[in-house]
């Protein structure tokens, strides 16, 4: 089945490590790839999205992702957390022959120490 | 501009209950989304509507129903409300129909009892 996938549910790290959280997806063709952050008890806000170009975008507050297509996947880097970082992450793919819809992955939960 | 609003922002039904969740969005937006938010299973979308006047069945659709009212307005209604629907609900829009992004709503905790 087709599915995107993010393999770390749950992340805790001290303040000043460094993040990957990864993604894959399973759809063949082109896509639009996105990453969206939930901070506790707000909505979704989009942090970086890619549609074509260089495969490594940067988003706000300093998180970047890199697109590899011959893994399908879309990890979501961050060289240095910060407790504000505390949020649900979430990985989104449009796929470009059927428009309007789009997939998330289940979300990762990342827990930064002070 | 205020973005996607929705309406209310929590409620609480008895089973079999019904109910319509608001949404609107000033962004002239062509196509709107509701999806169901459940811990451990991301966002699944229920329906959604690619422009005004249609709307489409997403993964989770039974149970609901929808209304494109205009460009603005996509609401999501609850007919005989189960303990199953006890979710997040969050309203989405996007510019559609390619190289778009999804704006989301502040979502409506929704209780069945």
């Known amino acids: 089945a087709q599915s995107v996938s993010q393999h770390n549910h749950h992340v805790i790290l001290s303040e000043a490590a460094s993040l990957e959280l990864g993604c894959n997806y399973s759809?063949?063709?082109?896509?639009?790839l996105f990453w969206y952050v939930q901070y506790p008890g707000q909505h979704l806000q989009l942090l970086l999205k890619?549609?074509?170009?260089?495969?490594l975008v940067k988003g706000i507050k300093g998180f970047e992702a890199e697109f590899i297509k011959s893994k399908f996947s879309f990890n979501l880097r961050k060289p240095s957390v910060q407790w504000s970082d505390t949020a649900e992450y979430f990985c989104?793919?449009?796929?470009?022959?059927?428009?309007?819809?789009?997939?998330f992955g289940s979300g990762t939960k990342l827990n930064v120490k002070p | 501009n205020a973005g996607v609003t929705q309406t209310p922002k929590f409620q609480v039904l008895k089973t079999g209950q019904s109910m319509t969740l608001q949404c609107a969005q000033d962004?002239?937006?062509?196509?709107m989304y509701w999806y169901r938010q459940d811990p451990g299973m991301g966002l699944r979308l229920i329906y959604y509507?690619?422009?005004?006047?249609?709307?489409d069945k997403g993964e989770v659709p039974n149970g609901y129903n929808v209304s494109r009212l205009n460009k603005r307005e996509f609401s999501l209604r609850l007919e005989s409300a189960a303990p199953s629907q006890t979710s997040v609900y969050f309203c989405?829009?996007?510019?559609?129909?390619?190289?778009?992004?999804?704006?989301f709503g502040p979502g409506t905790r929704l209780t069945v009892t």
């Open positions: 989104a793919v449009k796929l470009l022959y059927n428009f309007n819809k789009f997939y």
């Open positions: 989405a829009s996007s510019q559609g129909p390619r190289r778009d992004e999804q704006y």
């Open positions: 759809y063949g063709g082109t896509v639009n």
């Open positions: 509507s690619a422009s005004e006047g249609t709307t």
């Open positions: 962004m002239n937006h062509n196509s």
């Open positions: 890619y549609f074509s170009g260089d495969p």
